[in-house]
């Protein structure tokens, strides 16, 4: 049985925000009126870059509504899902590239009361993710290299994006697709097209000239 599409779904990359004041930026996103805030956690090993914990995530949590999507670049993630749970995340994304057993931190994430992702950086095939596909939540396929924004988008990410999303009918799944790096108002429209359907933007939420208007032109992507 076929699924109908999922509606599009904006969900703004804090790593663009200020992060000499990373609760305004969160109450950007929520003033719009906007559900998803995606929040990148590095750890300067699985990416050559550092962000911020869960302490920081909690502390934001007192002050938001918004649905936290966060994003953990991690080589060791099953040793922080716990925290990340307790500090508020409702959905935890888990990259497949380092090893260790994807499926029990899948099912811990979701034993916490959180929605669950699997990640795939542009370099993993989709086959990779494939067995995984009924026991997620989301899917994340990394559309730059991860750790840091402000990235080009890599085109040859978008045949992976098709592959999932034709398991993803085949199936009659639910997870939904999501795209992260060099997304805007040109390469979100590609992804949508290939069958994304949550998009994250750093740089081109952030930096719009006007915030209000892109966010509104995910609907038509
Ligand atoms: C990159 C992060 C992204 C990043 C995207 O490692 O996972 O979420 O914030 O930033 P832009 O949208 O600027 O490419
Ligand atoms: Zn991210």
Same mark, same amino acid.
């Given at each position: 049985?076929?699924?109908?599409?999922?509606?599009?779904?904006? @969900?703004?990359?804090?790593?663009?925000?200020?992060?000499?004041?990373?609760?305004?930026?969160?109450?950007?996103?929520?003033?719009?009126?906007?559900?998803?805030?995606?929040?990148?956690?590095?750890?300067?090993? /699985?990416v050559p870059?550092?962000?911020?914990?869960?302490?920081?995530?909690?502390?934001?949590?007192?002050?938001?509504?918004?649905?936290?999507?966060?994003?953990?670049?991690?080589?060791?993630?099953?040793? !922080?899902?716990?925290?990340?749970?307790?500090?508020?995340?409702?959905?935890?994304?888990i990259?497949?590239?380092?090893? !260790?057993?994807?499926?029990?931190?899948?099912?811990?994430?979701r034993a *916490?009361?959180c929605?669950?992702?699997?990640?795939?950086?542009?370099d993993?095939?989709?086959?990779?993710?494939?067995? !995984?596909?009924?026991?997620?939540?989301?899917?994340?396929?990394?559309?730059?290299?991860?750790?840091?924004?402000?990235q080009?988008?890599?085109?040859?990410? *978008?045949?992976?994006?098709?592959? *999932?999303?034709?398991?993803?009918?085949?199936r009659?799944?639910?997870?939904?697709?999501?795209?992260?790096?060099?997304?805007?108002?040109?390469?979100?429209?590609?992804?949508?097209?290939?069958? @994304?359907?949550?998009?994250?933007?750093?740089?081109?939420?952030?930096?719009?000239?006007?915030?209000?208007? /892109?966010?509104?032109?995910?609907?038509?992507?």
């Amino acid at each position: 049985m076929p699924t109908e599409p999922l509606s599009p779904l904006l @969900a703004p990359s804090i790593l663009a925000g200020d992060h000499a004041n990373l609760a305004s930026s969160a109450a950007i996103v929520e003033d719009l009126g906007l559900k998803w805030l995606h929040l990148d956690i590095m750890d300067g090993h /699985f990416v050559p870059n550092l962000t911020f914990g869960p302490q920081t995530v909690a502390a934001l949590r007192k002050n938001s509504g918004l649905f936290f999507d966060v994003h953990l670049m991690l080589s060791e993630p099953q040793r !922080y899902i716990e925290a990340f749970a307790k500090a508020g995340a409702n959905l935890i994304s888990i990259h497949i590239e380092p090893t !260790y057993d994807h499926v029990a931190t899948l099912a811990k994430i979701r034993a *916490l009361g959180c929605q669950n992702g699997l990640v795939l950086n542009p370099d993993t095939p989709a086959e990779a993710g494939s067995p !995984y596909l009924d026991l997620v939540d989301l899917v994340l396929v990394m559309t730059v290299q991860p750790g840091f924004g402000g990235q080009s988008f890599r085109r040859d990410t *978008l045949s992976k994006i098709t592959k *999932l999303d034709t398991l993803r009918r085949a199936r009659g799944l639910k997870f939904r697709l999501e795209v992260d790096g060099g997304v805007d108002a040109t390469t979100g429209p590609e992804c949508r097209a290939a069958g @994304a359907d949550t998009f994250v933007a750093g740089t081109a939420f952030f930096k719009a000239p006007d915030r209000a208007a /892109f966010a509104a032109s995910i609907a038509r992507w």
